[in-house]
């Protein structure tokens, strides 16, 4: 342990101590992309014992330019992102232990996935997610950090369940889709993604160590590009605030069959109501008359038309040549039809 982490121990607010902590930690990082993957990398190298990564997508040659984790051949494998992170993560550092979920984080995944972790860091690209999570944690005391980052602009903010505002208390609803610039009509640059995930780790350090005193206490706002850095803040929670006052965690609630619109990929995901276990080889026997299929252990991939369908083991699928719900309801029902 000397060797590997001592530059880290000789910094004043690690030193053996904090970094037998950061050796006992658990941390779980809620979405590989570019941010979860500079976090996974970041905490991996700093010796955090447990690494819980949840990603629901697959690597694609676009995440390149900034999913600092992946590889062409990452990409040409269509590795799922979690599977991809876990292998690249045990080559940088064997000894910790790096646990991989394909999964969507939806009502029915957040509270087994944070469970038993003492710091949930963000790496979502959505708000959808991200109230998930805020309520999640509220309800469970687990302290997470917010981030996000799109075009050159990026923002974080770490909170301490009802000793700091909360998600909600800052942004009492989601902007609504057209308004916010997404990664989609945007773009994105790699630069702001590092300073976003470097404060985002920094956070986590901070707590897993246990130096509040030196977490930035704000809602801190960075331009890269305009050349603009600012803190917000702190403030104190919102009085009426449904998640950490009211006690309301209305998000955790909602059941059903779940669809997203996914962020720069002319893409929707549908989720089936129920859990389910799908057999690749029947499937790819069946759709092999309609269109080009391909499968690994992990996704199946099947080619119709301008649509590419992948489908997943739990019948979660991504649905790719369309941003109309309506389109990729009916084409999951015509040929997954779980
Ligand atoms: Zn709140």
Known sequence: MDERYSRQILFNGIGEEGQRRLLAARVLIVGCGALG?????????????????????????????????????????????????????????????????????????????????????????????????????????????????????????????????????????APPAASAPTCDTAGVIMPIINIVSAVQVSEAIKLITDHVEALHGSLMQFDVWRNEWRRIGPGMPRADCSTCRLGVFETLEQAGEGVAVLCGRDAIQISPAQTTRINFSNLAERLSRAGEVKFNEYLLRFKTGNFELTVFQDARSIIRGTDEIAIARSLYAKYIGT
């Open 37 to 173: 993957s500079a976090h996974a990398e970041s905490l991996a190298r700093a010796g955090v014992g447990h690494l819980r990564i949840v990603d629901r997508d697959f690597v694609e040659p676009s995440n390149l330019q900034r999913q600092t984790l992946f590889t062409e051949s990452d990409a040409e494998k269509r590795l799922p992102k979690a599977i991809a992170a876990a292998n690249h993560l045990h080559e940088i550092n064997s000894e910790i232990e790096v646990e991989p979920h394909i999964l969507d984080v939806n009502h029915s995944t957040i509270e087994q996935l944070i469970k038993d972790c003492d710091v949930v860091v963000d790496g979502t690209d959505n708000f959808a997610t991200r109230y998930l999570i805020n309520d999640a944690c509220v309800k469970h005391d687990i302290n997470w950090i917010y981030g996000a980052a799109v075009g050159s602009y990026g923002v974080t903010m770490t909170i301490r369940p009802h000793e700091t505002v909360c998600l909600r208390c800052v942004f009492e609803e």
